[in-house]
């Protein structure tokens, strides 16, 4: 499966696919929002899943039913919340959407070459909200004690022993 690759763009300045994992998401900028929004951030976590999934639902749905115009806003929304958060792979892939689609409003045609992102958008926005998930939910980071140990490695090797 192909993963997008960030870091780099073919000659023409678009994205470009790679069989290479990229770090999809700016971990630095991402800890420096969190710390300068302190309290809000998972606040701005929790807006940023709401929003994105109804953006990512409504690109699918613009290419579904063809509309190129609604595919403008929420790959214009889902763009800027993910550059604020340091998720940048994902916020390229919606603006190729975005200036690909306000392109072929302008020569009024339908921008079918587009399917492979919104493919791909829907994949890596999941990603990235796991990522993010991972990153601040302190359950899903600590590891996962024995069952019945609460935390502590059991060690009664020497009980009921003479």
Known sequence: MHKWDHARGDRDGELALTDETPDIVDWTLFEKNRKELGPGFIRIISYFREDGAKSVAQIEHAMREQNTTALVLPAHTIK????????ETLAKIAELI????RLCIETHRFPDELVPEVVELRRLFSHTVELFDKATNPLMTRPQASAGAFGRKVNNQGFGRI
């Open 98 to 101: 975005e200036t690909t689609a």
């Open 80 to 87: 800027g919340e993910s550059r604020q958060l340091g998720a």
